[in-house]
């Protein structure tokens, strides 16, 4: 893992983008019951604001999700916060996240575990994301360009697979690339209704729980620029 990144001053932000901004978005976090110390840190450390376009900067540590163009959204930073603290759960080596969008939750899971490997269908939005990771030097990060409900099977098999879109079912390639012991979680639903699932996978098959009530963009199919 990365561990937290190291903020030069031109990463470091100032007044709606400074540290004090963070660390207020912070101690929210844990008002609303993230207690996940490193997960805590790597949002204390992370320049949210370099992963929105420069007019939306200023909103960055907000408490909401914000566009990042061609229709997509970067989540609420509780939402991130959650999910990686859940993710963090079973201490996995190798995670497959689906749907880099901004890169965001992407940077985080690279603080926090050893590989990521992040797919996104529109190449726009991985183009910026890369640029990104790279920027804040973020190199154990892989991304590839395609639709990602079929999974990453040549890279399979992942401790945790983290989808940040709502699929109106659970793809069954992600399940069959989950290790034992491993877990997907998943946002399932439409525009309408969805909420978070946990599908763990055991010796003997897979155990599903429905967690808390979510709002994800879509996970479509195919791929496009
Ligand atoms: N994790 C992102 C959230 C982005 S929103 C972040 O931190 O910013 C969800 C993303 O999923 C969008 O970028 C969307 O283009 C992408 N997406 C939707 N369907 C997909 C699919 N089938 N395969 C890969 N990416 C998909």
């Not at 978005?25 to 805590?40: C, I, N, T």
């Not at 993710?87 to 992407?106: A, D, H, K």
């Not at 897979?206 to 979510?214: A, G, S, T």
Request: proline residues 7%; glycine residues 8%; aromatic residues 4%.
């Amino acid at each position: 893992m990365a561990g937290p990144v190291e903020l030069t001053p031109e990463l470091l932000g100032i007044g709606f983008t400074s540290q004090r901004t963070r660390n207020r978005m912070v101690d929210r976090l844990e008002k609303s019951g993230v207690r996940h110390p490193q997960v805590l840190e790597v949002m204390r450390t992370l320049p949210r604001h370099l992963f929105v376009d420069e007019a939306l900067a200023h909103r960055a540590y907000e408490d909401t999700a914000l566009p990042i163009g061609l229709g997509q959204t970067l989540s609420h930073p509780l939402t991130v916060a959650r999910m990686s603290e859940r993710l963090m759960s079973n201490t996995p080596q190798r995670v497959l996240e689906i749907g880099t969008g901004s890169g965001f939750q992407c940077a985080v899971l690279a603080c926090l575990v050893p590989q990521v490997w992040s797919i996104e269908r529109l190449a726009q939005l991985q183009k910026r994301a890369r640029e990104r990771l790279r920027r804040l030097g973020l190199h154990n990060v892989h991304l590839r360009h395609t639709d990602g409900q079929w999974g990453w099977p040549d890279k399979a098999p992942f401790d945790a697979i983290l989808v940040t879109a709502a699929a109106p079912r659970i793809p069954q390639a992600l399940l069959e690339q989950l290790a034992i012991g491993g877990q997907l979680l998943i946002p399932v639903g439409d525009d309408q209704k969805q909420s978070l699932w946990q599908v763990s996978r055991l010796e003997q098959g897979f155990e599903h729980q429905e967690l808390d009530p979510v709002h994800f963009v879509p996970l479509k199919p195919g791929q496009s620029n």
